[in-house]
Structure formats: C-alpha cells, structure tokens
C-alpha cells in the first residue's frame, strides 16, 4: 500500500556531507510523522531524527548540530542532511514514517529497505 524509497547514500570522507531522501508512494493520504534510524554493524538501531507534520524536529544528541531533517509535503519526501561526517556515522540509515493511507485512515508504521552510509578516509 506504503512504499518507502530510500537514495542519497555512499562513501564519503570524515569532515564530508551526504543528503539523504526518503520519498513515500503508493495510496498515501496523510503523513503524520517521519524519521530516520541507524544501525551501525553490531549496533542496536538507533532513532537519528523526526519530524512531526508540524514541523517539530527532534534528533539524537550525538548529531544535534550536524544532521538536519527536513520535509516536503508537497512531494511526500524527507531530507536528512548530515554534515561534518565522522566514522561512527557509518551505518545502514532507514527511513520511517506513520502514515494513514486512502484504505485505512488510521495511520500505520513503516519502513523503508535503507541505504548504506559509510564515513571512512
């Protein structure tokens, strides 16, 4: 019904930026909040950041003032800017979001098949 589209992932340097997208699709009709979690190799996976369809953000300290998550509503897509890279970046990054669909209004978890961030020199 929901698919989540991860892009934007890669190799980049310590130091470097990456902007990562995350578009919904399918019989989506409202987007009530959306964010992206990490997992690091042998890691538990970890929330990053949210965005509630207000706006409110929220992001895990260790990247307050390096990642930004923002949204298009227009496009059912969100952004996750992440600057100043460091190694323990590194992970698989997926994207979620609680989401009522034209089926169901009552709104739904899920996530997309991730993409890989890898920060090394």
């Known amino acids: 019904q929901v698919q989540l589209v991860e892009s934007g992932g890669g190799l980049v340097q310590p130091g470097g930026s990456l902007r990562l997208s995350c578009a919904a699709s399918g019989s989506v009709f409202s987007i009530v909040f959306m964010g992206w979690d990490r997992q690091a190799p042998g890691n538990q996976r970890e929330l990053v950041a949210t965005i509630t369809s207000g706006e409110t953000t929220n992001y895990v300290d260790s990247v307050k003032g390096r990642f930004t998550i923002s949204r298009d509503n227009a496009k059912n897509t969100v952004y996750l800017q992440m600057n100043s890279l460091k190694p323990e970046d590194t992970g698989v990054y997926y994207c979620?979001?609680?989401?009522?669909?034209?089926?169901?209004?009552?709104?739904?978890?899920?996530w997309g098949q991730g993409t890989q961030v890898t920060v090394s020199a």
């Open positions: 979620s979001g609680t989401i009522a669909t034209m089926f169901n209004r009552t709104p739904g978890n899920y």
